[in-house]
T-cell receptor
Framework: GAVVSQHPSWVICKSGTSVKIECRSL??????MFWYRQFPKQSLMLMAT?????????EQGVEKDKFLINHASLTLSTLTVTSAHPEDSSFYIC???????????FGPGTRLTVT | DAKTTQPPSMDCAEGRAANLPCNHS???????VYWYRQIHSQGPQYIIH???NNETNEMASLIITEDRKSSTLILPHATLRDTAVYYC???????????FGTGTRLQVFP
């Protein structure tokens, strides 16, 4: 069964609005979660590391004020795309490490379309 | 961060073994090699990982060269459902990060 869930699976929003994407770890507690972005026909790009109870760590070139990450509990991390623009349209995927330290589980992804 | 190099695409006949190569010449001694695959519009799926020794599970085998500069993922009997993009990833040092390369698009044909 699914280990990581995301909600919504797809969302369409208007330019200038904000949209929140949820990532839930279903089977275990996760002090750390990861957020990736994937443009069509491209690979996954790590955006940030979400840390429970503390600030997220962003990869170089990712705007922390635009992509707000909140990791308020051990099973939930949220990514908010603020003032979304069409260029933010992408596939957003979260992941967590499993209870053994060797496998990272990925969510099913959220497809964001900004019109 | 250790980078990986993979061929952009490969074809394989159904029922035959698919051998997907990966070069990671800058890998450090404590860095693991991971393989994931991604079927269109889905999240990546874990396949296998290894450090030094060859590994096998129900999905695939991983062959790592003695100098650890390259590896090969083997799908022993490819099926049409194995058509996907396969990513060879080096886990970054002591961190929990997985940095994806460009991957190999495997097309299995009847």
């Amino acid at each position: 069964g699914a280990v990581v869930s995301q909600h919504p699976s797809w969302v369409i929003c208007k330019s200038g609005t904000s949209v929140k994407i949820e990532c839930r770890s279903l089977d275990f507690q996760a002090t750390t979660m990861f957020w990736y972005r994937q443009f069509p026909k491209q690979s996954l790009m790590l955006m940030a590391t979400s840390n429970e109870g503390s600030k997220a760590t962003y990869e170089q070139g990712v705007e922390k004020d635009k992509f707000l990450i909140n990791h308020a509990s051990l099973t939930l991390s949220t990514l908010t795309v603020t003032s979304a623009h069409p260029e933010d349209s992408s596939f957003y995927i979260c992941s967590v490490w499993g209870s053994t330290p060797y496998e990272q589980y990925f969510g099913p992804g959220t497809r964001l379309t900004v019109t | 961060d250790a980078k990986t190099t993979q061929p952009p695409s490969m074809d394989c006949a159904e029922g035959r073994a698919a051998n997907l190569p990966c070069n990671h010449s800058t890998i450090s001694g404590n860095e693991y090699v991971y393989w994931y695959r991604q079927i269109h519009s889905q999240g990546p799926q874990y396949i296998i990982h290894g450090l030094k020794n060859n590994e096998t599970n129900e999905m695939a085998s991983l062959i790592i060269t003695e100098d650890r500069k390259s590896s090969t993922l083997i799908l022993p009997h490819a099926t049409l459902r194995d058509t996907a993009v396969y990513y060879c990833i080096v886990r970054v040092g002591d961190t929990d990060k997985l940095i994806f390369g460009t991957g190999t698009r495997l097309q299995v044909f009847p």
